[in-house]
């Protein structure tokens, strides 16, 4: 339930914006337009490439010392969950061409057409691009009224699109921006993606402090950047909110320990977004979503969405990739293997379907 929260963070705020600014007048709608406007970065067009699953060369080092072979969290076991039925459909392999994958990566969503969405959270500062942080693959099928998430783990092994060669996925971001960081994600499950949603980290600080503070409920204590965050529920400002969401070498569950904690900070900010008592904050809240989110969704898209996406994305199932932490010439990677990519790329298919 909460990872599902995560998945709606960015995507429902706007839309819960979007509604909000039809409701409060003019010159709120005018601020909407000039927001989308101002967030609007459209993607470059790349020639379609089908992951060669069968082909791949294997890492031959062995696991890293007290690595293990999947995820350790909270939430249920993490594995690719497939029920019977979407076994049974999978039999029959679903396969990429070019005209499939350019309606995936182009879909109407004024006729309610299946599409996919990768969710950036990254961490840029002045003079640094950064890394992604949290990737979330969200394909969403409005007639069936269902959604599949992916969370990625930052340091899983993919091969680079620009150079041919393997490394950490979140370096995408940091060699190519987002369109690498897309390609990077469409290489690793052979799944086209439609758009994008990018937010910066160091936002998080004024659109925080704009909303009046979150609440959370803290699962251990720690000690972060001179803050101390006891066990327990607890009320904090945006500096100590981001400080909150980026500790992870602390962390016993590593990455995935941050990720439920930047789940539960960013879950509370659209609880207050969408509260009535946040209309009258909507100019400067507009105005930190100019500043720290990028999207290639139009006006005209978020529209679509709020009127008819909304249930498939309130209804959102979970995937977990089944890896295993690896050391590799010295680096440790989160390794996931050509068939259980292939398993995911198919789940994701299904989903994507628009029978």
Not at 37 to 65: C, G, R
Not at 127 to 150: C, E, F, N, Y
Request: proline content about 6%; hydrophobic content about 40%; cysteine-free.
């Amino acid at each position: 339930m909460k990872r599902a929260l995560m998945i709606k963070i960015t995507i429902f705020s706007l839309i819960s914006i979007l509604a909000l600014a039809t409701l409060s007048g003019g010159y709120i709608w005018y601020s909407m337009q000039k927001t989308m406007d101002a967030m609007y970065e459209p993607l470059p067009s790349v020639a379609w490439i089908q992951p060669d699953f069968e082909n791949e060369v294997q890492p031959s080092e062995a696991p890293a010392s007290g690595a293990v072979s999947v995820p350790v969290m909270a939430s249920p076991a993490p594995k690719v969950v497939v029920t019977a039925a979407v076994k049974e459909q999978a039999q029959s392999e679903i396969v990429i061409n070019k005209e499939v994958a350019q309606r995936l990566r182009h879909p109407n969503l004024s006729a309610e057409e299946p599409f996919s969405i990768l969710l950036l959270g990254v961490d840029e500062r002045a003079g640094d691009r950064g890394r992604s942080d949290t990737m979330i693959l969200l394909t969403v099928q409005p007639k069936k009224k269902s959604a599949t998430a992916l969370s990625i783990p930052r340091d899983t092994r993919v091969i680079m699109p620009n150079t041919g060669k393997y490394d950490k996925i979140n370096h995408a971001y940091a060699f190519g921006g987002t369109s690498l960081a897309v390609e990077a994600v469409e290489h690793l499950f052979g799944v086209p993606i439609a758009y994008y949603m990018k937010t910066n980290m160091e936002g998080l600080v004024s659109i925080v402090d704009t909303v009046g503070g979150v609440d959370i409920d803290n699962p251990r204590k720690f000690d972060f950047v001179g803050y101390s965050f006891a066990a327990g529920p607890q009320h904090l400002n945006g500096e100590q909110a981001l400080a909150y969401s980026r500790m992870r070498k602390e962390d016993p569950q590593g990455d995935f320990g941050r990720t439920q904690r930047q789940r539960q900070v960013l879950a509370n900010v659209v609880d207050r977004v969408v509260s009535v008592n946040s209309i009258t904050k909507l100019p400067r809240l507009l105005s930190h979503l100019s500043e720290f989110v990028r999207t290639n969704l139009t006006s005209q898209n978020m529209i679509d969405l709020a009127l008819n996406y909304r249930p498939a994305i309130n209804n959102v199932e979970t995937l977990y990739i089944n890896g295993q932490g690896q050391m590799i010439k010295g680096i440790y990677y989160y390794v996931v293997k050509p068939e259980e990519r292939q398993k995911i790329q198919q789940h994701l298919l299904i989903n994507l379907d628009p029978t």
